[in-house]
């Protein structure tokens, strides 16, 4: 295989989804091609924390954060949303006009945050870059992503300034993109890879390990800035008293406000059978480990809990997209996981019954479809054919 390059963008927004799934996508592709180096565009503020592997390395871009009210602001510059986008699309610009990537693979957002990557698409139709959409498995409610893509006339790059399209699932979870005026040139360009599997670290394993208990529940709402109501849900059955299979391991995730991290930290101290800590790098390790899984069911997190094959209890968040609600009710009836409805939020005892029954629940094995996790192995056979296409 000659030598390659491949630009990948996380617009990164908020939470740890976009910069974690092109991590792992990049990691897989270096370790299978020695030739390969791959550069990812992420506006995450904590790309720093995680270790990358060789031939990987990252740009980040100035950070904005999503308001409550769906508007965007500048995560650290006092500058404005204006400036911090220009300031954005001028870097992701540069990065590719010197880099000049044999492929570019843009995560989940056809033309980018505000439309930021539309002038490096249009530059790398110029030249010979592959140009690569790829998608989660469950995007949002038909209606909702509608009127969302319409609003960003996002549907026309999909025909005009992308070569492929990649979904990260499943068929057997459904295609996300139904209810949407889909051409049948846009059908045409999309590949279901599977899902991405989650390894554990080669020689590194989470410090927190050292003192937990065997077996233990390991509660997790992802990045966490959305998390709070999942978290206080599961603490309150363990407050409630109530006899539960295992002690609890919370992981509040980054992204939750210090007050509400405080809040649950004073809970937790009363309580002889949970532990909380805020994040982790080692987090697959944690993971694996655990007897089983609570979670709000993001798709990363459900990736892991395929991977390491744990019984699962989802309770989704249905603001402000019904990705996660939507991903829960499919995992649940082909009998990947089980999951609570997040309406009934207020009511303790749910969650007390649904955490009694999880011993007896089985693991995602048990009804996964024949290669669900074949995800990195479908990408990495991809780029070679197209690599070797550029070659030729």
Not at 194 to 213: D, K, M, T
Request: glycine content about 8%; some cysteine; overall charge positive.
């Amino acid at each position: 295989m000659k030598k390659s390059r491949i630009l990948i963008y996380s617009h990164d927004s908020f939470g740890l989804g976009h910069l974690r799934r092109c991590r792992a996508i990049a990691h897989a592709l270096v370790e299978r091609y020695k030739s390969l180096t791959v550069l990812i565009l992420t506006g995450s503020p904590i790309a720093g924390h995680f270790n990358f592997k060789a031939r990987v390395d990252f740009v980040r871009i100035p950070g904005v954060i999503k308001l409550y009210n769906g508007e965007y602001t500048p995560l650290k510059l006092h500058i404005s949303l204006k400036e911090t986008l220009a300031l954005r699309e001028s870097i992701i610009l540069h990065t590719a006009r010197v880099f000049e990537p044999d492929l570019f693979i843009v995560d989940k957002e056809p033309l980018g945050l505000k439309g930021e990557v539309a002038s490096t698409l249009d530059l790398l139709a110029t030249r010979r870059t592959r140009t690569i959409l790829g998608l989660r498995d469950v995007m949002d409610d038909a209606d909702r992503l509608s009127r969302e893509w319409q609003a960003k006339n996002a549907l026309p790059a999909l025909e005009s300034l992308y070569d492929e399209i990649w979904v990260y699932g499943s068929r057997n979870m459904g295609d996300p993109l139904t209810g949407l005026p889909i051409t049948p040139a846009i059908h045409d360009k999309m590949l279901y890879t599977g899902y991405l599997p989650r390894h554990l670290p080669e020689h590194e394993s989470s410090g927190l390990l050292e003192g937990l208990p065997e077996p233990y529940l390991l509660v997790t709402p992802g990045g966490g800035g959305d998390g709070a109501e999942m978290v206080d849900w599961v603490l309150r059955a363990y407050e409630s008293g109530a006899a539960l299979p295992w002690p609890a391991l919370f992981m509040l995730g980054p992204f939750m406000s210090a007050h509400e991290q405080e809040a649950f930290r004073l809970r937790a101290a009363r309580l002889p059978n949970v532990q909380i800590a805020t994040f982790d790098t080692q987090f697959e390790s944690l993971m694996n480990q655990a007897r089983a899984v609570v979670a709000m069911g993001g798709y990363n997190t459900f990736c892991e809990i395929l991977s390491f094959n744990k019984p699962a209890l989802l309770v989704p968040r249905t603001e402000p997209r019904l990705e996660q609600l939507i991903r829960a009710r499919k995992a649940t009836a082909l009998g990947l996981t089980t999951m609570l409805d997040p309406a009934q939020l207020a009511d303790t005892a749910p969650m007390v019954a649904a955490l009694q029954r999880l011993p007896e629940q089985a693991p995602p094995s048990a009804a996964a479809r024949r290669n669900m996790l074949c995800g990195l192995q479908t990408i990495g056979k991809r780029v070679g054919a197209i690599v070797r296409e550029h070659a030729s």
